[in-house]
Each structure stands twice: as C-alpha cells, then as structure tokens.
C-alpha cells in the first residue's frame, strides 16, 4: 500500500478551530499527531493573543470614564434647565387656554360682556404713550360667573403675599413694565385651586380697579414661584386689539431670565 499523503497545516488549523473531528481522526490514522499538536498549540496562543490586544487597560478606562463624567457635568444640568423651561410653558398654555374658555363660556352665558376690563382710552389728540380705561362696575357678577366656569375645586382666603415684591424684583434685575400697578393686592384676595393644579389669586368680593386683575400660579404651591416662570399677573382687557381676552395688560412683572406671556404664547 501506498504512503498516505499527510494533511496539510492550514488544513489541520482550520479543522481544530472549527472542532473537525474527520480531519483530526484523519490526522491521527496517518500518524500526523505531531503535526497536530503543534497546530493545537499554535491555535491556543493565536487565541490568547487576540482576547489580550482586544481587551483596555485599567489606565484607559477610568481616563475614559473621567471624560465621561466631565462632559456629563457640563451638559446635564443645561438639559434640565431646558426641560423644566418646556414643561412649565406648557403648562402656561394649558392654563391659559382654560382661562380663555372660560371667559368666552361667560360671556355666552351673560349674553354680553360683563363691564369688568380695561381698554384703551380715546384721547384727542391720540395719546402716542397709550392710556388705559377701566370698566370695573360689573366685576363682582362678571367673576361669580368665570370662576364658576372655570371650575374650581376649592378657594381660600389669603392674608400674605406669597411672591416677590415690584421692589425685589427691580432690584435683582427683574423688569416692571408699569410701578403704579399694585402687585401686593394678592394679600388680601381670594386663593382658587384649578382641576389642573393651577391657583388663581383674584379679588372677588368687590367692584373696584384691582378686581380688573388677578395672578396665576401654573403649577399650584411648588416651585419656582417666580413672576415670568410659573407666576403671571393677568387680566380681562380690550387694550390694543379691542377684542375681550385674557392677558398681561399694562402691568407687566418679570424676574431676571423669565418671560412675557406673549414671549410664551408665540413659542
């Protein structure tokens, strides 16, 4: 019988990488055991070798996870500040658009706009600075009906002023549009907690020009509490556009960094 032509190394390294077990047997019939071993071997080290240089060292991977950690630092808390500007402008809006419901359910109902706004006044000559009127001989009836509208779910009386004054507010390099407006009156009004989780502060219980506005806190008792963030001074007005709505009128408060409720309703 003829000699058995052995098989080859690269045969014998492709049959113990993939476990052929016809190969080796083959192998090993032929007495090619030695040739074999040496392919094991050369394997096992190939093996080895691969897992070391694939693997990071001890060095790299705590100076990767600084890097990590640092831009994680620098970046987050703008991301949080982003999302809490987000919810809490929409948290304006759903507000809002609540508020505007109900006026227009009231004045349905009223069959005609109760006498309870401030509007532009007709000078002449025109005024260019722009001067203000108020109808407030119907505002006791006008806010039984908005707020009944509006659906509340309890009020209070309140007998502290729970916000910056015109005064801190200036000072901290807020803005405030108008300092004959009285911003303190919410000391001595009435406190509606909205569906929502919202608080409405109003002075219901007379006809006098501070009936003409009331201040909304968006998301109820928790933070920031600050005027242009989650708290705004509003009223019923004609000013500007001669239709009734709800908006900021002349008296406008703004804290360092908040916004008007325009800036907020054009977002």
Same mark, same amino acid.
């Given at each position: 019988?003829?000699? !058995?032509?052995? *098989? ?14 016809? @190969? ?6 032929? &007495? ?21 240089? !694939? ?5 790299? *991977? ?7 950690? *640092? ?18 402008? +929409? ?5 809002? +658009?609540?508020? +505007? ?12 706009? #109760?006498?309870? #706004?401030?509007?532009?006044? *007709? ?5 260019? &600075? ?5 109808? #407030? ?11 009944? &509208? ?10 502290? @002023? ?16 108008? &300092? ?20 409405? #502060? ?66």
């Amino acid at each position: 019988m003829s000699e !058995a032509k052995l *098989v080859p190394k690269t045969t014998l390294l492709r049959a113990v990488q993939i476990q052929d077990h016809r @190969h080796i047997r083959f192998c090993i019939a032929f &007495n090619s055991c030695k040739i074999l071993k040496q392919v094991q071997d050369d394997s096992a080290v190939g093996t080895f070798d691969n897992n070391r240089h !694939a693997a990071f060292t001890l060095a790299e *991977v705590l100076i990767t996870l600084g890097i990590i950690g *640092v831009v994680a630092a620098l970046t987050i808390p703008t991301l949080i500040s982003k999302f809490q500007e987000k919810a809490l402008e +929409s948290q304006f809006k759903k507000t809002y +658009s609540m508020l +505007s419901q109900a006026l227009q359910f009231t004045i349905y109902e009223n069959g005609s706009e #109760y006498k309870c #706004y401030t509007q532009d006044r *007709v000078t002449n000559p025109p005024d260019p &600075n722009g001067t203000s009127q108020f109808e #407030y001989s119907e505002c006791t009836k006008f806010h039984k009906s908005f707020f009944q &509208n509006l659906k509340y779910v309890k009020v209070e009386s309140v007998n502290e @002023h729970p916000y910056k004054t015109r005064n801190e507010v200036v000072a901290e390099g807020g803005t405030v549009s108008n &300092n004959s407006c009285n911003f303190s009156f919410i000391a001595n009004t009435n406190k509606y907690y909205l569906q929502d989780g919202s608080i409405v #502060y109003a002075l219901t219980n007379r006809n006098s020009m501070l009936a003409l506005y009331f201040v909304i806190d968006i998301n109820g008792d928790k933070g920031p509490n600050k005027w242009g963030y989650d708290v705004f001074y509003l009223g019923p007005t004609k000013q500007y556009t001669g239709v009734l709505r709800i908006a900021e009128t002349t008296c406008l408060i703004c804290e360092k960094g908040g916004k008007s409720v325009e800036d907020i309703l054009k977002r």
